[in-house]
T-cell receptor, first 114, second 115 residues
């Protein structure tokens, strides 16, 4: 039973346009949500996070929106650049019972075309 | 300022052999996590350790897998009697003593291939 879902496996956008990556979750006890970017044969790189008590967090070209009532978050990248082409993972922090594990979605491959 | 280090980067084992994966956390980080990624899947949590303590091993298979984070030296993920289904990328992550924002910093991974 997947607690974090990224329903679209891929997205292709033109350079300079906006990329919107979506993520849904089922566990209302998650306290933080994070986005990671991953290139082939490398480890995930942290991009941006948001606390469950916020609805927006912005860092440069990256903005994450959280809609708790819908259990939905999204990552906006604007303007998109070819170097943004990678697999993006949505993750949620589960700190119940003293643990600090991250629960990941399956990822979405973003391709930004020049 | 080195990041999380993992070795080896690639490991090939035959069925029935043992695999040992090593992870050195970032300087100043005392929390270590191991995740496994199967092809076309997301990362799956395996175990969370602090120095000399296993805090959460709820994601570890019940048999053949063990992990440790000794007082001195790297964290070790040990897989005994490997089977083909153990072939995957294994990632280690670390975080400071208290990571208010839940960020974990990942190493480059060890790609295990079982023949």
């Amino acid at each position: 039973d997947q607690q974090v879902k990224q329903n679209s496996p891929s997205l292709s956008v033109q350079e300079g346009r906006i990329s919107i990556l979506n993520c849904d979750y089922t566990n209302s006890m998650f306290d933080y949500f994070l986005w990671y970017k991953k290139y082939p044969a490398e480890g995930p790189t942290f991009l941006i996070s948001i606390s469950s008590i916020k609805d927006k967090n912005e860092d440069g070209r990256f903005t994450v929106f959280l809609n708790k009532s819908a259990k939905h978050l999204s990552l906006h990248i604007v303007p998109s650049q070819p170097g943004d082409s990678a697999v993006y993972f949505c993750a949620a922090s589960d700190r119940q019972g003293g643990s600090e594990k991250l629960v990941f979605g399956k990822g979405m491959k973003l391709t930004v075309n020049p | 300022n080195a990041g999380v280090m993992q070795n080896p980067r690639h490991l090939v084992r035959r069925r029935g052999q043992e695999a040992r994966l090593r992870c050195s956390p970032m300087k100043g980080h005392s929390h270590v996590y191991w995740y496994r990624q199967l092809p076309e899947e997301g990362l799956k949590f395996m175990v969370y350790l602090q120095k000399e303590n296993i805090i959460d091993e709820s994601g570890m298979p019940k048999e053949r897998f063990s992990a440790e984070f000794p007082k001195e030296g790297p964290s070790i993920l040990r897989i005994q009697q490997v089977v083909r289904g153990d072939s995957a990328a294994y990632f280690c992550a670390s975080s400071p003593t208290t990571s208010g924002r839940a960020e974990q910093f990942f190493g480059p991974g060890t790609r295990l291939t079982v023949l």
